[in-house]
């Protein structure tokens, strides 16, 4: 395709001179080019192919970046950047140095609030809806969500917010809900399309507002209220939303222009809450993902469009997320009280097998983290023995619930943290780098770091049978190639190994570094410690190394200020050891996206780092400094 209508959009403002009958040449134009772009870079897919006629028809009838677009999530946000004078990054996509896969506020005017995380868009637009009254600005605010981020808490909490009014002021709020999962009965068609453009129009609000006046302050007005709420609710699914204060409209197709301008170009008119609902299809226009909307969801690299997703030549090596899958269904196996429970991350947890193994004892939550948390905390009260799988960013929206619903009662809840440490191309705000200071901070807590996907599945297991709250983290994607034995062996609680003697300068290492700082020792004959445990933190094992070693190290794939390193310093005050002490992790910034390997280098936290930065601090044989009591 040569795209010759896309190449004149370089801002939305180019988008609203064309007549309306170009805009479906130009989604077709803009659908093909995604697919191109990201068939070259990896990225997500399904669900930019389904936003591409809403996301023509929202820069064509508002006024962006005046009036304010907050994509949920921000996956589905390739066709929006497309539009707004990205087209020629894309070849950079998700890559250092290159446009972010999500928006950013300091990428461009148009991404007016940064997401990655689900279900905040209603929230970030309800305040920027009543900034705007407060300022008095004349704009609207608009919330595009999906079906699957309405599953969240935050997400009603918004709506039940920005549908009442504050000082007698309303915000200038549309919410659009793009469902393209649910059921929809009837199905989406003329007749639907007819009452959204009718319940839309100034007729039905002028109608509804003029029976309002007539009939307020006579007995007839409730029931012809009653009788509207009911009516529109048998044909549409809307009442809930009419209940919580915003006007519902639709559902209507989502790929269809003729139906979606207008009823925007309507809404956009009205005052108040707003609700459109939506129906779109992921992956539409290309067969492949519509057919599997599940595999097409994203691409982890380069394919041809023509063939689709296929498996490589040489089989990939086992990923930790696959070791955390075969564990949990041989433990399921085992221990009939195992309950596995995941937020709306079964296959990114790799609980797919188990699903269909256990489905009894299976249970997605849906993106509601905080639940999830607290549901495992009833099963746990009662006897069962709980395992929630879930990204270590994602653990971040359920804190409280850790603390005050497992870690409070002391409940045996075994957390397995997918994705810990760097993520590469998904970037900040999926980094799991913080939950070793957040979670290690909990009385009653432990937590465990494997350094490879043996430790990994021994580590789960051990974990598993502790009687408190346990996290075992572990990053993503395939360790240095360990096989898993099958037996499950509990490893000693609380206690570290020596993997390699030498002198000097004993490197403590937590997790997969492990690896790379024994890589570091060869060349610098450094004592490097497998420690296994953050918390209980083996103590003896770091007094040992203190009192015969010159320096220690701390490496770890987490933040440093309050990481593993931080418990080891804590650990040698305790102990009345002075010892130099060089910590190794992620610096106190949030680090951009890009290949893992690479943003583990710039860090310093691969071999080479790891030993020039014990050069540098230490020289490359460190000053005696030996350790001493008091």
């Known amino acids: 395709m040569d795209y010759s209508l896309l190449k004149t959009i370089d801002s939305p403002a180019d988008l609203r001179r064309l007549p309306r009958t170009e805009l479906k040449r130009l989604a077709d134009e803009l659908r093909a080019y995604v697919l191109e772009s990201v068939s070259k870079t990896g990225g997500h897919l399904g669900s930019n192919l389904g936003t591409v006629e809403l996301t023509v028809a929202l820069h064509y009838v508002f006024n962006t970046p005046e009036d304010r677009l907050v994509w949920d999530v921000g996956h589905q946000t390739y066709p929006h950047k497309v539009l707004t004078g990205r087209r020629d990054r894309m070849s950079g996509l998700r890559q250092l140095g290159g446009i972010s896969g999500f928006p950013r506020r300091d990428e461009s005017e148009y991404d007016t609030f940064g997401t990655g995380h689900s279900s905040t868009s209603i929230s970030a637009a309800h305040g920027m809806a009543m900034a705007a009254k407060l300022k008095g600005e004349n704009r609207k605010a608009v919330a595009i969500i999906g079906d699957g981020s309405m599953t969240a808490g935050m997400a009603f909490e918004a709506l039940n917010n920005a549908g009442v009014a504050h000082g007698g002021v309303l915000g200038d709020v549309l919410v659009i809900l793009n469902d393209n999962d649910m059921s929809i009965s009837p199905p989406v068609g003329a007749l639907n399309k007819y009452l959204a453009r009718l319940m839309s129009g100034s007729f039905y609000a002028a109608a509804r507002e003029g029976a309002k006046s007539v009939l307020k302050n006579t007995p007839l007005y409730e029931f012809a209220r009653k009788f509207e709420e009911h009516t529109k609710g048998m044909v549409v699914p809307g009442t809930i939303f009419e209940e919580f204060g915003f006007n519902y409209v639709g559902p209507i197709d989502g790929h269809d222009l003729d139906s979606l301008v207008p009823t925007l170009e309507n809404l956009r008119d009205k005052k108040g809450p707003q609700f459109l609902h939506i129906v779109t299809k992921k992956g539409a226009g290309y067969k492949l993902a519509e057919a599997d909307p599940v595999k097409y969801h994203a691409a982890s690299g380069k394919f041809d469009p023509a063939v689709g997703f296929v498996k490589p030549a040489t089989p990939p090596k086992l990923t930790f997320t696959q070791v955390f899958g075969d564990w949990l269904c041989d433990m399921a196996e085992a221990d009939p009280r195992l309950v596995g429970i995941t937020p709306a991350m079964r296959e990114g947890s790799g609980m797919v ?82 939950d070793i200071a957040y979670t290690r901070c909990i009385p009653n807590m432990s937590v465990l770091t494997p350094a490879d996907e043996n430790e990994c599945r021994q580590a789960l297991y051990t974990g598993f049978l502790h009687d408190g709250p346990v996290t075992v983290r572990y990053p993503r994607g395939a360790g240095v190639g360990v096989v898993p034995e099958a037996k499950m062996t509990a490893q000693p609680w609380g206690k570290g190994e020596v993997r390699r003697r030498g002198e000097r300068v004993a490197i403590l290492a937590f997790g997969t570094l492990l690896y790379p700082a024994l890589e570091a020792a060869e060349r610098l004959n450094a004592t490097v410690a497998n420690m296994r445990f953050v918390k209980p933190l083996d103590a003896e094992l770091v007094a040992e190394l203190a009192r015969s070693h010159d320096a220690l190290v701390t490496v770890e794939d987490g933040c440093i200020m309050g990481g593993a390193g931080s418990a080891v310093t804590e650990a040698l005050n305790a102990a009345g050891l002075s010892i130099p002490v060089l910590q190794l992790g992620l610096p106190d910034e949030f680090i951009e996206h890009g290949d893992p390997a690479k943003l583990m280098s710039l860090c310093g936290l691969d071999a080479a780092g790891i030993e020039a930065s014990i050069v540098k601090r230490f020289g490359a044989k460190p000053a005696v400094v030996r350790a001493s009591a008091g």
């Open 353 to 434: 097998e188990f699903h269909k193994r256990f489905p009894q004892r299976y249970h997605d939550v849906g993106i509601a983290e905080q639940h999830s948390v607290t549901f495992a905390a009833g099963l746990a009260c009662e006897g069962v023995k709980p395992v929630v799988a879930i990204y270590s960013t994602f653990l971040q929206r359920a804190y409280d619930q850790l603390v005050h619903d497992v870690a409070i009662q002391n409940l045996p809840v075994l957390f397995a943290l997918d994705r810990a440490g760097l993520v590469g191309a998904d970037g900040a705000t999926h980094a799991g780098n913080y």
